[in-house]
């Protein structure tokens, strides 16, 4: 069984950055692909960002530019670089893993209980 803990939510100001960060359980995951996904209230839930095993990388056009998606295996961490961060980007961020973007757009897979992302205007 996979566990995900994700770290690094808290308020920022518009303009401002943020780190997120995401420790795996079992050195499984460094042959899934993962992903952040977010949820704002009231909205469906948005698949932010994603890397698959080789570090190939992939963005949501609402955040292409201003954040960078990373994963250290040896560590079992995945990250979110989050810069230029505007009051749109306020959202419960998750991180997922799965054997492919299918697996975990589709909502299986293992995911983290979420950090909370705040940005004020």
């Known amino acids: 069984q996979v566990q995900l803990v994700e770290s690094g939510g808290g308020s920022v100001q518009a303009g401002g950055s943020l780190r997120l960060s995401c420790a795996a359980s079992?050195?499984?995951?460094?042959?899934?692909?993962m992903s952040w996904f977010r949820r704002a209230p009231g909205k469906e839930r948005e698949w932010v960002a994603g890397?698959?095993?080789?570090?190939?990388?992939d963005f949501a056009d609402s955040v292409k530019g201003r954040f960078t998606i990373s994963r250290d295996n040896a560590k079992k961490t995945l990250y979110l670089q989050m810069n230029s961060l505007k009051p749109e980007d306020t959202a419960m961020y998750y991180c997922a893993a799965g054997r492919c973007i299918e697996v975990v757009v589709g909502g299986f897979g293992y995911w983290g209980q979420g950090t909370q992302v705040t940005v004020s205007s």
């Open positions: 079992t050195w499984t995951v460094s042959s899934y692909y």
């Open positions: 890397i698959d095993r080789a570090g190939n990388t």
